[in-house]
């Protein structure tokens, strides 16, 4: 495994792999990786000839200051797991690699971006597509994988490829869970032991709803999961949202969508943690 600073560093590997027939697949991490990223990185190798891993801490994704100085970054560790699981390539570019010059590209994604995490982190999405966009058109992969945990983030993925006509297959994965059903996020690292034991009330609340769907209408399972969670000391719901799971709207009656998800955000303590539950489709 080689480890990459520059782009012009990647750009040569990837025109050479290229030229000799190789197929690339891409993982873009900001590190601080778990057994989340670890089925990213696994499915990458496997459909793949090249992986390529990148570790980016991107500043322009972050509305909140003090989440990107907390932001853990273990690059020694990240890079000892990666060497494990078989990758390639790390690139970890300095902010100067991937920003030359400030971007202020301005997306615009239509109604997805405009609920959930669009409304609660404001800019977040614009600086995701910022920072995919520069990614892949350095890399220019085959392959993209993306976590299902991060289910809007996914969905502004997909809309960013469609507009820029950008030649890159996404592949979503499943959410890991802890075999306490809570999600991997690179944020657990910032839970105590005890907050940990209250945060997986988040997962046990929506499995349960799966079945509280069956009696009760959309609205009233919203008021039952919030409640519920708001009960637990805490834990804070800032959303919890039913949505057609293709246009992130939120849906009034189960029969609205064929695909229905539950998209949810909790603070637990200061960490703000994010799940989310297939109901329908
Ligand atoms: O999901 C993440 O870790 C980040 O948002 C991503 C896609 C690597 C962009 O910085």
Redesign the pocket.
Known sequence: MEVLKTVKEVQDKVASLRSSGAEIGFV???GALHQGHLSLVGQCIADNDICIVSI?V?PT?FNNKEDLIKYPRTLERDSQYLEEAGVDFIFAPSEEEIYPEPDTRQFDFGQIDKVMEGVHRPGHFNG?AQ??SRLFDIVKPDRAY??EK?FQ?LAIIRAMVKQLALPVQIVPMPIVREASGLALSSRNERLTAKQKDIAVNISETLFESRQWMKSLPVQDTIKKVTDRLNSFDELSVEYYEIVDGYTLQPVKEWDDAAYIVGCIAVFCGEVRLIDNIVYKG
Do not use: A, C, K, Y
Request: aromatic share 16%.
């Open positions: 873009p991490t900001m980016f991107n994704q995701v920072v995919v993306f976590g991060d983030q």
